[in-house]
């Protein structure tokens, strides 16, 4: 732990397999700061530095292409494809990969955005998305575990996508801070994320925000995490604080539930003292609730969504 950051949680350890003493001593420390801050710093000595910074050179390239080039990142889902920068948030801009751990999912969009691909480019990110995607499986694992209901342990693992969404932010140039990203929850499973640049704040359960370190991974709960942990751990709300004329670039792997799975928290998790927190739901369903002007209106639209 770090006085006045997030925890940091080292998952370099070789030795690190579930059954080991390394790995108990891990998973305690992500049990205690997911129920704490919901989130945690991630040291990952596989995701070496030089490989961030090739993903990041390739982001800087990617992001200066056309902007009818990026309009050919498209999805059946529009939060999972090219979001270019509106009025709400006039400095954000992502592009997103579906099955990104799939290389042809990603050789494809490097040759629909270059005449000639960007191999490079294309394998740096199926690196980087190996490793992200072991740091969410790690915790997803120990996070079961350490509930004992690692009898869903398959059922959960196979019940998920991956979503790797690149994020561009413009530079405000400012001296004070102009906001990057609007406070928010994500609604996801677990997102493993990296930034270029610090900018990342993570709301305290006290109110109090707190900036996340640029150099490790971030890792945080998501909603449908939250909802199938019938409460148990904390959700926290972040965003990205902007100033100075540096542009930042972040992405992150985003663990979604799959469609027409339904996210329901399992009988050991609910008893009197925890009774059933939210409606059974498909994460589908609430993205497309989330776009409606019922969400918009609403506090929390996950909590409208899903109240019982
Ligand atoms: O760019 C970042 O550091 C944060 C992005 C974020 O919170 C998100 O995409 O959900
Ligand atoms: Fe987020």
Excluded at 114 to 132: A, I, R
Aim: proline share 6%.
């Amino acid at each position: 732990m770090e006085m006045g950051g997030l925890p940091v949680i080292d998952f370099s350890n070789q030795h690190l397999k579930p059954g080991s003493p390394d790995w108990d001593s891990v998973r305690t420390q992500v049990r205690q700061a997911l129920e704490e801050y919901g989130c945690f710093e991630a040291l990952y000595k596989k995701a070496s530095s030089e490989l961030r910074k090739a993903v990041f050179e390739g982001l800087e390239k990617l992001f200066e292409l056309p902007l009818e080039t990026k309009m050919k990142n498209v999805s059946d889902n529009p939060s999972h494809a090219y979001i270019a920068p509106h009025p709400n948030a006039p400095l954000y801009e992502s592009i997103g990969i579906e099955d990104p751990n799939v290389a042809q999912n990603v050789e494809s969009l490097t040759n629909s955005f270059w005449p000639h691909g960007n191999m490079t480019f294309s394998e740096s990110v199926g690196c980087v998305v190996e490793q992200m995607s072991e740091v969410d499986r790690m915790v997803r694992r120990m996070i079961l575990e350490s509930f004992g209901v690692e009898k869903y342990m398959d059922e959960h693992m196979n019940s998920t996508r991956y979503l790797l969404r690149a994020m561009k932010y413009t530079a405000p140039n400012t001296s004070e801070k102009k906001l990057g990203s609007k406070d928010h929850t994500d609604k996801n499973i677990v997102t493993v994320l990296c930034q270029g640049i610090q900018g990342l704040e993570i709301q305290l359960k006290n109110g109090e925000w707190i900036t996340a370190k640029p150099h490790s991974l971030t890792v945080f709960i998501g909603d449908s995490f939250y909802a199938w942990l019938n409460g148990r751990l904390h959700t926290p709300y972040h965003r990205v604080m902007m100033k100075g004329n540096e542009a930042r670039y972040s992405f992150g792997l985003f663990s979604n539930p799959k469609k027409g799975y339904i996210i329901k928290a399992p009988q050991e998790l609910i008893d009197e003292q925890h009774p059933l927190l939210f409606k059974p739901f498909d994460f589908y369903d609430f993205l497309q609730f989330f776009h409606s002007d019922a969400a918009r209106k609403s506090q929390s639209a996950f909590h409208t969504f899903c109240a019982i």
